[in-house]
């Protein structure tokens, strides 16, 4: 058990449907980070927020929108779906905000997301 | 950009075979390189890290060496187990401010009895 923890495990939806996964990080982590694993496209990063604040995009569409609250929970928002959209999200927690390899990053297990 | 190679999968083993996965790596600068494992049904949990060339990680048995000649980080074991049966992931980061991971597509390993 990392302590990264993520709701909810599963979610089946249907095209043009919204919707929001949610993350808790380990205590004491300030950055959160996301990661979208497809069979097509592999894990891919999304975005990272440190201690509420935007710090970096990765490949993140323009439909999908993230945020980190005063508790340092992160909610990762998915609008207009798409079949494509089908992947399974992880968010991971880091202490740092820059810390590179001196700051591991703890995975949840992920929300399996099935667009149909 | 920065990107990882990995060799592909599935590697298919006996127990107590001699494992060795592939990495190889594109990036400027000098990353850290990782290895991450995702056993079925899980998150990604770090298996060992190296930061500097020549750097040697280990952790469980697993052991992959910085070479930054080669760009390579190849991951090996010395005698699998049933129970290593899974996917193994590389990754680099660099230190440019931020901690994004930049994944290999991950080969699975199915060890078998």
């Known amino acids: 058990d990392s302590g990264v923890t993520q709701t909810p495990k599963h979610l089946i939806t249907a095209t043009g449907q919204r919707v929001t996964l949610r993350c808790s990080p380990r205590?004491?982590?300030?950055?959160v980070y996301w990661y979208q694993q497809s069979l097509d496209q592999g894990l891919q990063f999304l975005i990272h927020?440190?201690?509420?604040?935007?710090?970096a995009k990765g490949n993140i569409l323009e439909r999908f929108s993230a945020q980190q609250f005063p508790d340092l929970h992160s909610e990762l928002n998915l609008s207009s779906l798409e079949l494509g959209d089908s992947a399974l999200y992880f968010c991971?927690?880091?202490?740092?905000?820059?810390?590179?390899?001196?700051?591991?990053?703890?995975f949840g297990p992920g929300t399996r997301l099935t667009v149909l | 950009g920065d990107s990882v190679t990995q060799m592909e999968g599935p590697v298919t083993l006996s127990e107590e075979a001699f494992l060795t996965i592939n990495c190889t790596y594109t990036?400027?600068?000098?990353?850290?390189l990782f290895w991450y494992v995702q056993y079925p049904g899980e998150g990604l949990q770090l298996l060992l890290k190296?930061?500097?060339?020549?750097d040697k990680g280990s952790n469980k048995g697993f052991e992959a060496t910085y070479r930054k000649e080669t760009t390579s980080f190849h991951l090996e074991k010395g005698s699998v187990q049933v129970s290593d049966s899974a996917v193994y992931f590389c990754?680099?980061?660099?230190?440019?401010?931020?901690?994004?991971?930049?994944f290999g597509a991950g080969t699975r390993l199915a060890v078998h009895p």
């Open positions: 991971a927690s880091s202490v740092m905000a820059s810390g590179g390899a001196y700051d591991t990053q703890y």
């Open positions: 205590s004491g982590d300030l950055s």
């Open positions: 927020y440190y201690n509420g604040e935007e710090r």
């Open positions: 990036a400027t600068g000098y990353p850290s």
């Open positions: 190296a930061t500097k060339a020549d």
């Open positions: 990754a680099l980061s660099r230190f440019s401010g931020y901690n994004k991971l930049i």
